[in-house]
Structure formats: structure tokens, C-alpha cells
């Protein structure tokens, strides 16, 4: 970690997080949950800082969602603990599992198969501790889970909870569904559907014999419109409104002001033969995912609505593509050749923050985290 002077001292491009819009995100989340009365497990995967995980744990370092298990190791050496790995139990990681669950006070595991039990019951935890177990559940999503009206499922269910060396946890469904709405109407209706199906799933459950402790479900669109009957689940599991980014302000999730990142880029060149600026990010600093889907190309440009990115075809075979891009000028010939004498840095908001963040962490392009205007450290 390494401090500057001034945003302008950055190296670019450069990741940055406004650590205000960061901690109004999570306070609104938190007392969201608290007015539901649910627990709330933010999702680690947009960020994976100790950072954000301590603003959007209140402190507690405790129960948080993670993707892989570089996270999951990432946060237990850092002092974190209920740690559940919100993926499908990958069979050549069982090992990394059972050693996580034997340090960890509660280090819980995903499943959706007889198979994936199967391979958890063959490997007993040391001191008599049991597997946590959570039922991934698909409730129209259509990624990985059971469906809750298959018989099949409550067979499974029943199948964790009777046998020894394992525990049923509770039920986990994504509502990834809520990334196809647009407004609250329709993202609401997603949540609706989903926490209905879940909860007539519990209700069977409980009519089978089998105890189910928890039922916890999220996405960042439907928890922050959240209905009045999520009131009735145990845990709400969101992760990217700790940023918000320009996806989830079309989705209707939030509005441009809570976006909390945004790539600071500089102009390199100018070329007013054919009105563009030539800036220096490419995918790597914005990712591709958003072509197509914004009139303003790449991403929305902070402050000028009348830039819009677009590739450079020239260097699309060439490595320099991941590291350039340029903006192209809606107005007349002459239009960036007068920009070009005022326009030296540029802030852009990324169409997607999870896919920003996860090309930037590698790359080694800086995150930097701002306090107003200013920055306080640079990870």
C-alpha cells in the first residue's frame, strides 16, 4: 500500500472507490436487513478486499459469502470467520474444503447432488465436527441448484440432514434472474418469485420431517427493492452494491450518484481528422461486456456525455488493444481538436464493476481508494 498526494499523481489507468458512496452503499444494506429483520452475508467476490468486507460486516468479520477459495483462504488468514463458499462443491477441492472447515469455527459448502454428498461423507471432519451443508436451490435462475418442486429435492435435503458427518445448513438460491429486469416492478417481481418458491420449499420440507434450519437468498437488484415477505427468510446475500456500477443503475438497482467506482484514464493522443482521442485503457481497465448495451459504448463518461469509447480496430489483433482505446466525439470536425486542449484526464463509469475488478486485480493496475476527492491509499 502506497499513498499520493493527489488523484492527479496516479498512474493510469487506475481503479478508483469513493470510500463514502462505499460506506453509504453497505449502511443502506445493513439497515435494510435490520428493518426486514434478516441477517445479512454480503458476497466478497466484487471486491475481495478486507477493506469493503469490514465495512459490509459492520466490523464483525463474520458471515460473508465467497466464489472460489483463494477468497475463502484470502479472508480466513485475515481473522474472518462463517465464511460459506457460495459455488457447487468442485470434487478436487474437497481437501482445501476439509481444511478450511477443521480451522474455521463455521466454514460452510455448497451442493446440488447426491454425488457432491457423497464425496463430503467419505471425508470426516476432525473432532467430531460435521460438514455445514447448504442445498443450492434454482428458482428459475437457470445456473446450478435443484428445483424446488422436484421430489428429488426434499430426497436430498433429507439425505444431508440424516447422515452422520454432516449437517443440513439451510437453503441458498441466487436470484440472477433479476439481472434480465428493468425498474423495481419487475425487479421485485423476482424476488417475490423466489422467495415464494423457497419458502413453500421449506414448508415441504418441514412436512417430510426434514429440519431446515435457514433459507438465504440474494442479488444485489432485488436487495435493494426488497418486498415485505423477504422478512420471513434467515439471510440476504448481495454482494455488487457495495460499488454499484452503470448495469445495475439500468437494471434500476441504484441511481449514478451510488456508483462507487469509477477508471481514471488520460488522454495520449489526438486526431481531429477523425474526431477521436486516443486514451490509455482498453478492456483490460473496462472489460467487453458492455458493448452493445450502452449508447455511449464501452462505458459512461463522467462529466461528457459527448464522448463515447470505442475500440480501436487497428490494434485489435495486437496486445496493445488490452492496454489503449479510444473516444470518439459526437459534434463536428473540429470538436477534438478543442477538446483536446482542456481534456487531459477522464473518470469512467464501468458498465460492469465485478468484471472491471476481477481483469484489474491481476493486471496490477492500481485500486485506489478516495476520500472525497482526495486519495487515502492506494492498494
Known sequence: MVSVGSVQQLLTPAFTVDIQKVENNATRMIERCRALGVQLRPHMKTHKTLECADIMTGGSRRCIAVSTLAEARFYADHGFDDILYAYPLPFDKVD???ELAECLEMFHVLIDSEVALAELVKRRLKDGKSWLVWL??????????????????????NSIATFEGVE???LYAHCGNSYHATGVQEIQAVAQETTTAILEFMERLEKAGVRCPRCSIGSTPTCSHPIADMARLNELHPGNYIFYDVQQMMI???QMDDIAVRVQSRVIGHYPHRNQLLVDCGWTALSLHSLGMLPTGYAIIDGHPDLKPVPLQQCILSTMYTQRGGLSLNGDQHEAGRTSGTLEEILLFPFLCWNCSQIVIPSQIPRVILDGDDPCFVL
Open 96 to 98: 482445501i474444503c476439509m
Open 136 to 157: 443450492k436451490v434454482d428458482c428459475n435462475n437457470g445456473r446450478a441448484g435443484v428445483r424446488p418442486e422436484n421430489p428429488a429435492a426434499v430426497t436430498l435435503a
Open 168 to 170: 443440513l445448513a439451510g
Open 252 to 254: 434500476g438497482s441504484c
